[in-house]
């Protein structure tokens, strides 16, 4: 049967265990599609926006293997407001035009757009049903990254200060799952409950 709803869009913070949230919508037969991950793809070597990011920032820009040099392209946009809107102009439009691809290509069902970056692009806002944000404390954020990421604490911070607000997102939600504390368990217990809520059988 199909169902009511058939797109949600999934954001969160860094540390956020946004993660871990598609991955349990996904165990409930939803289909993913990760601008993180599509993202990474763009730019890995040979990849696809690789000569207009070498055109605009440089050859600088690329590792030795040739892949984007992820450490010094951070550091710039957080330098360099012109560079960061550089960068978007150069894979936003890429990354939409294959996350739409891979919606088309996915089975009648409901798709996860996963987008860490919603509050920036609207087009994701208007393209959704349901927009669910995962979110948690600052500090909660700031431990979780350390932990996986070995990044020191001002380093966090900064990656943090770059993204929405707390405040802004929860402001685009359709619903919020405050993922602070919770067991894996209670956590999967709450998303079983919003696929309940929002994924229902269209009326014949």
Do not use: Y
Not at 9 to 24: E, Q
Not at 54 to 79: E, I, N, T
Not at 153 to 171: L, S, Y
């Amino acid at each position: 049967m199909t169902s009511t709803i058939q797109t949600i869009c999934l954001t969160g913070g860094i540390g956020s265990g946004k993660s871990t949230v598609s991955a349990l919508l996904v165990a409930h037969g939803a289909t993913l599609v990760d601008t993180d991950a599509i993202a990474h793809a763009l730019t890995v070597p040979g990849g696809p926006a690789m000569p207009a990011l070498r055109q605009r920032f440089g050859d600088d820009v690329a590792d030795a293997h040739g892949a984007l040099d992820r450490a010094r392209m951070r550091a710039l946009v957080f330098s360099d407001a012109d560079a960061k809107r550089a960068l978007e102009a150069i894979l936003h439009p890429m990354i939409g035009a294959e996350a739409q691809r891979q919606a088309a290509a996915a089975a009648d069902g409901v798709v996860v757009f996963d987008v860490p970056l919603l509050n920036a692009t609207s087009h994701w806002r208007a393209s959704c049903q349901r927009i669910l944000v995962v979110d948690c404390s600052t500090e909660t954020q700031v431990l979780r990254v350390m932990a996986r990421s070995g990044w020191p604490d001002e380093q966090v911070r900064r990656v943090i200060a770059q993204q929405a607000t707390r405040t802004q997102r929860r402001a685009l939600a359709d619903a919020v799952l405050f993922n602070d504390g919770l067991t894996h368990a209670a956590l999967a217990a709450e998303v079983a409950q919003l696929w309940a809520n929002w994924i229902r059988p269209a009326p014949v």
